[in-house]
């Protein structure tokens, strides 16, 4: 992730009016507990007012996340697709 940051933030990405966007990443942590997820989700869209939100790694976790992006209305991107094993 922190790559990508840097690498789309060397130019910015350019919206259709013309308004230049770079990313931010804002981390908390979660202690890998559920009531402490959905306090920092709250936290990362009232306070730190973000336009997005990356979910936890755990689908425990996300789940949790997930109410509270779906409460707020937000984008909730996973870091990764869930590995299935090959068959």
């Not at 308004?19 to 306090?39: A, G, I, L, W």
């Amino acid at each position: 992730m922190e790559l990508w940051l840097e690498q789309v933030n060397a130019k910015g990405i350019t919206l259709a009016d013309g308004t230049v966007v770079k990313f931010e990443f804002k981390t908390y942590d979660d202690e890998s507990n559920k009531d402490r997820v959905q306090q920092l989700y709250t936290k990362l869209i009232n306070d730190d007012k973000t336009n997005f939100l990356i979910s936890p790694y755990s689908s425990g976790l996300t789940d949790a996340a997930a109410v509270i992006a779906e409460q707020y209305g937000q984008v909730m991107i996973p870091p990764a697709p869930p590995q299935t094993p090959p068959t």
